[in-house]
């Protein structure tokens, strides 16, 4: 019970002593401050991006595998140059790819470019045309919002109909539906069979929603005549991906016709490369981050180590009454301790209250989200830093002998 009270009594003093010097404490606790403002801001762009990253590569599928001609991310230049002279992908490839997979396996071929989509006086600009089969609508998760997707006949007989995604849709029809409407994407005419359901944005750099699906007959002969194609394999069972790679693997080098000995002339993407990349990404962030904060704590540890120094000196007439009167070493060691760890704590507590605006600002740029565990980090930051600095100041208060300190003047 004596602890609780001596505790009490230390942060009594401690409070006072903070109250008799204001400007004292706030400047010895910019320091402080600054180091965790930083680590704060740090952490809440880390866990935005981190979020934002997470859901947006969600959309991919976990159980969804990519065959294309290079890898996601390329090394060097060098790389590129390397991987650029490969063979493409072509349509071929892809209906003999999934000839040779399972029935269960899910295969769609994806040929990408831009171009603008008109309705009348309407016009939407630098729309993602997708040109693919009807087995998109289950590797890349499309939900409808109207209508349907395309079907194998409209796909193998290469009719001019598309489906919209909802921000195109809403451009070119603001007030009524675009099912049955004819739309201009680039110089061709498409019927609207479709809207799609409204998807967000892909890593906050581009709308999923700006964009427009047509049968990749269409595309080739509107568009791209020789189209770098892009492979989808929805594996459909997580626990099946990695015998499902294997698999995949095999079936495209016997459809490019290469030799036992030669190396694979294609990549195939996943996933998890994106989320261990991110990873890569958020510790070096993270590093360089808490290198900052760790030198700000430090010069601000420094500073309220200084000080508590000058406190004790000050007040060291007040140990000697209070050790003269009964106090012991450790009543006199928390109350130093407490006042450093206040002073520290309150400097926290400035940080948060101009870290929450920060964030709010930050939240119009990128995604930033502050959240109740780093809120936590930043005052057990704070509490810790004060506890260390205002240690060796406090063992000295403590370790005064009383007689030495009634006669200080």
């Known amino acids: 019970m004596n602890f609780f009270v001596e505790l009490s009594e230390g942060l009594r003093i401690a409070w006072d002593a903070i109250r008799a010097n204001k400007l004292r404490s706030l400047l010895t606790t910019l320091g402080i401050i600054i180091g965790v403002v930083t680590v704060t801001l740090m952490g809440t762009v880390i866990d935005g991006l981190n979020r934002a990253f997470l859901n947006s590569i969600s959309m991919l599928g976990a159980d969804t595998l990519y065959v294309s001609r290079t890898g996601w991310f390329v090394e060097s230049y060098e790389e590129w140059r390397r991987l650029s002279s490969r063979r493409e992908v072509t349509l071929r490839q892809s209906r003999q790819i999934q000839e040779l997979l ?34 998109l609508a289950f590797t890349g998760g499309f939900t409808l919002a109207e209508g349907r997707f395309l079907v194998a006949d409209e796909v193998d007989g290469g009719r001019p109909v598309c489906v919209l995604g909802a921000e195109v849709a809403t451009n070119l029809f603001p007030r009524g539906s675009a099912l049955g409407q004819r739309v201009t994407v680039g110089r061709q005419k498409f019927d609207v069979i479709g809207v799609m359901a409204k998807q967000g944005s892909f890593l906050g750099a581009f709308s999923l929603d700006n964009q427009v699906v047509i049968p990749v007959k269409q595309f080739i002969t509107g568009f ?9 394999v929805k594996v459909g069972n997580l626990s099946e991906l990695e015998d499902a790679r294997e698999e995949l693997r095999g079936v495209v080098r016997r459809v490019r016709r290469l030799a036992p000995t030669d190396p694979d002339d294609f990549a195939i993407n996943q996933q998890s490369q994106l989320s261990e990349r991110l990873a890569q990404v958020s510790t070096t962030i993270a590093g360089v981050g808490l290198f900052i904060t760790g030198l700000s704590l430090f010069v601000g540890g420094i500073g309220i180590m200084n000080i508590m120094f000058v406190s004790v000196a000050e007040r060291t007439r007040e140990i000697g009454i209070r050790k003269a009167i009964g106090a012991k070493r450790r009543a006199i060691l928390m109350q130093f301790l407490s006042e450093a760890a206040a002073i520290c704590l309150l400097g926290g507590l400035v940080a948060l209250a101009i870290a929450w605006p920060l964030t709010l600002i930050l939240k119009r740029f990128m995604p930033a989200q502050l959240s109740w565990w780093l809120v936590a980090i930043a005052l057990l930051v704070s509490l810790f830093t004060g506890l260390i600095a205002g240690l060796l100041p406090a063992w000295r208060a403590a370790r005064m002998d009383p007689v030495d300190a009634l006669r200080h003047e």
């Not at 006086?121 to 993602?128: A, C, F, K, L, M």
């Not at 791209?224 to 989808?232: A, E, S, T």
């Open 224 to 232: 791209w005549h020789n189209p770098d194609l892009q492979i989808q």
């Open 102 to 135: 399972p029935p269960t396996r899910f295969v769609a071929p994806v040929a990408e470019t831009r171009a603008p989509v008109r309705y009348g006086t309407r016009r939407s600009d630098s729309v993602q045309v997708i040109g693919s089969t009807e087995q």
